[in-house]
């Protein structure tokens, strides 16, 4: 978690919660799939996740998505903030940015 103190808006990039989403994730000893990406280290999760940013955020948020019983990690860039929210007792992942200075 970073010490960024984030007002929003949040944009959702996207939600993973299926099984079959994650067949394409490889990991580097070249395990594949939703186990492979469940026991990945935050970073490799945030980067399978990012191939969704294509950098247009229309639906804009007050608050993220994140539940009580997600784990939250917090990547800061110097113009944006991604939000990698992860269950891992439901296997569900989502992605979320918060563009710094509201820099659409």
């Avoid at 970073?43 to 191939?51: G, I, T, V």
């Avoid at 608050?63 to 110097?78: K, M, Q, Y």
């Amino acid at each position: 978690m970073s010490d960024t103190k984030l007002n929003g808006p949040y944009y959702r990039i996207v939600f993973l919660q299926n099984s079959d989403d994650f067949d394409s994730y490889i990991d580097d000893d070249e395990n594949t799939g939703s186990d492979a990406f469940f026991n990945a280290d935050p970073k490799d999760q945030l980067e399978f996740l990012k191939q969704w940013d294509y950098g247009e955020y229309d639906e804009q948020y007050k608050r993220s998505s994140a539940g009580n019983s997600d784990d939250v990690t917090e990547f800061v860039g110097t113009d944006h903030v991604y939000i990698l929210t992860i269950n891992y007792s439901l296997e569900y992942a989502g992605l979320e940015i918060v563009l710094l200075n509201n820099n659409k």
